[in-house]
Antibody
Framework: EVQLVESGGGLVQPGGSLRLSCSAS????????MHWVRQAPGKGLEYVST????????YYADSVKGRFTISRDNSKNILYLQMSSLRAEETAVYYC??????????????WGQGTLVTVSS | DIQLTQSPSSLSASVGDRVTITCQAS??????LNWYQHKPGKVPELLIY???TLQTGVPARFTATGSGTHFTLSISSLQPDDSATYYC????????FGGGTKVE
């Protein structure tokens, strides 16, 4: 069974940094692209970032480009999202999501339970 | 950037009704479209991928069609368990999601 467990969320001040982690199990982690998707309170789903299976390619939403960095450690089955210069409007539940293929294409799923990031002074 | 416009934003229907949700893309995305179901208190789930392929375990009352810029998701006989917000998502370019359709 695929399991994705996010951690690292919490309260951070505007302009601050935070690193999210996602520990994966139940599948061959190094064979699949991985994604981050977020959902602000009362809002819809917002795509954040993708990393291909071997980490060779990364993709970002325009809203986070230059401030967020996605990475992965295939030896430890862990996905990361380093976030900096955080803004209040980025308060959201951040989901770690398994890709359908090794590349950025295809469906997103399964999803982790999410970790809440609150950006507030 | 590719914009995805879903309509309606919400709908209320009765058990057994047929409901249809539309997703309009701002440019041609060929067949690079998925649908997700997000129930209250749960995590989102992939419902349909590549326009019309049902994810394993999804009931056959869900169908989806489309190509290019116009896509639809239909539920042939609405069940109480189908109450959720439905999102379309494109992966033709940098992925993004539609605004969602809440089905009650």
């Amino acid at each position: 069974e695929v399991q994705l467990v996010e951690s690292g969320g919490g309260l951070v001040q505007p302009g601050g940094s935070l690193r999210l982690s996602c520990s994966a199990s139940g599948f061959n982690f190094s064979s699949y692209a991985m994604h981050w998707v977020r959902q602000a309170p009362g809002k819809g789903l917002e795509y954040v970032s993708t990393i291909t299976s071997n980490g060779g390619s990364t993709y970002y939403a325009d809203s986070v480009k230059g401030r967020f960095t996605i990475s992965r450690d295939n030896s430890k089955n862990i996905l990361y999202l380093q976030m900096s210069s955080l803004r209040a409007e980025e308060t959201a539940v951040y989901y770690c999501v398994k890709g359908k293929y090794s590349t950025s294409s295809g469906g997103f799923g399964p999803w982790g339970q999410g970790t809440l990031v609150t950006v507030s002074s | 950037d590719i914009q995805l416009t879903q309509s309606p934003s919400s709908l209320s229907a009765s058990v057994g009704d047929r409901v249809t949700i539309t997703c309009q893309a701002s440019q041609d995305i060929t067949s690079h479209l998925n649908w997700y179901q997000h129930k209250p208190g749960k995590v989102p789930e992939l419902l349909i991928y590549d326009v019309s392929t049902l994810q394993t375990g999804v009931p056959a009352r869900f169908t989806a069609t489309g190509s290019g810029t116009h896509f639809t998701l239909s539920i042939s006989s609405l069940q109480p368990d189908d109450s959720a917000t439905y999102y379309c998502q494109q992966f033709h370019n940098i992925p993004n999601f539609g605004g969602g359709t809440k089905v009650e």
